[in-house]
């Protein structure tokens, strides 16, 4: 309904009678004017509804690549050595596997037609996609480095999105593609955390897991359901973005069913553990929760620790209080000696004893670069035991 209207015109009091009829005239052919105008403006609306809907393609690719994209960059030498035949890696130009080649991500560009049915994928091939991008190539244990292997993952997982988007997509299908995508990233930021910048960059992987959450509440939101894995996203997007607003409002406003669940209520309680700058109780939630949902907190481990070392450096800060290292790693959920390691970091000094030293003028920020955040995963890499990458992404644990 377009909400468009005409202006009204209000005579003045003090017009004469045959100014009044003369505006009262004017009036209703404004009026008039002004409803013809809003009809048309409602049938293009209704014209322009239709054309969107027409032009959703009607896909037909049923392979994980189109087979020109195949034929293109076999041709082109772009193969990945994930989708070559195996023994035609050396070759001038190896052959593609039709198997094991999946449509690589390209930006749109002018003249270009994205939406070629030849070239998109339904759902259940979006999906297949999916799980063989995890089963094969994420989950191998013989593929390696894994920074390969998310770098290939990461694109590939795009050209999904794109596939998805151009077909508008919601529903279970969308839903189960963005769960398995959504657990990718946040195992990937703990796995690849520390990695140098030019191989795997963390804010592109947040940026990018943003938008899936936020895909995935919608279609939460405006689906029918019922999804049951929808308690677990949202305590990992709150646990995620522990601290965040609207992440703490978004929280809030779900259905009581889900707020009283107890994953929902651990999360809660750690984001208000968090807003309360308390580490200690964060910390000693954090030992309830699972693998991933460890993964997707793991980001803020850094400021918690650092958090309880300022305030125990004035807390304790005196020359004859010495207090119990071994008390401290168990509040860390780290080892004494990696204990040791990170409070010297920080200027806090360590006795012979096994004593730590608090002082609030001794106690410095380290260097760039100086704190390396995957020397301190104890906590986290504890609760992966035996699971693997595959039962992790698919929730088979």
């Known amino acids: 309904m377009n909400h468009w209207r005409g202006a009204r015109f209000i005579p003045s009091q003090n017009s004469s009678a045959s100014g009044g009829r003369r505006r009262r005239r004017k009036k209703e052919r404004c009026q008039s004017e002004s409803k013809t105008q809003e009809k048309e403006v409602e049938e293009k609306e209704e014209g322009l509804g239709k054309e969107r809907k027409e032009t959703v393609p009607i896909v037909s690719c049923q392979t994980m690549c189109p087979a020109q994209e195949l034929w293109d960059r076999e041709s082109q030498n772009r193969l990945h050595r994930f989708e070559m035949v195996p023994g035609t890696e050396k070759f001038r130009k190896p052959r593609g596997d039709p198997l094991r080649t ?87 930021s703990y796995r690849l955390c520390g990695e140098p910048l030019r191989i795997y960059d963390p804010r592109i992987n947040d940026t990018h897991l943003q938008e899936y959450l936020s ?149 410095t920020e380290p260097e760039q670069g100086e704190l390396d955040c995957k020397l301190y995963h104890n906590m986290v890499s504890e609760k992966q035991r035996g699971l693997t990458v595959k039962s992790i992404i698919h929730n088979c644990s």
């Open 102 to 188: 999946v449509k690589e991500y390209s930006r749109p560009a002018a003249g270009k037609d994205v939406t070629k049915p030849s070239d998109l994928r339904p759902p259940d091939v979006l999906l297949k996609t999916v799980c063989y991008l995890i089963d094969e190539i994420a989950g191998s244990p013989s593929l390696h480095p894994w920074t390969e292997v998310y770098s290939f993952v990461f694109d590939r997982l795009r050209s999904v999105k794109q596939d998805m988007i151009i077909q508008r997509l919601s529903g279970k299908d969308c839903v189960a593609i963005l769960e398995r995508t959504v657990r990718f990233h946040i195992y990937a």
């Open 215 to 363: 895909w995935l509440f919608d279609c939460y939101k405006s689906g029918s359901g019922p999804y049951p894995n929808q308690v677990e996203f949202q305590t990992l997007g709150l646990l995620y973005n522990l601290g965040s607003s609207p992440a703490t409002q978004h929280v809030l406003e779900l259905p009581e069913r889900l707020r009283q669940t107890p994953s929902v209520k651990l999360a809660v309680a750690i984001n208000q553990a968090f807003l309360a700058g308390n580490p200690v109780r964060l910390l000693r939630l954090a030992q309830r929760l699972d693998f991933l949902q460890a993964c997707a907190l793991h980001r803020h481990l850094v400021t918690c620790r650092r958090h309880l070392l300022l305030i125990y450096s004035h807390g304790y800060n005196s020359r004859n209080c010495r207090f119990p290292l071994d008390r401290l790693a168990q509040l860390f959920s780290l080892e004494t000696s990696l204990t040791a390691e990170l409070c010297q970091v920080y200027g806090i000094e360590v006795n012979q004893h096994n004593q730590v030293l608090f002082s609030k003028s001794t106690f």
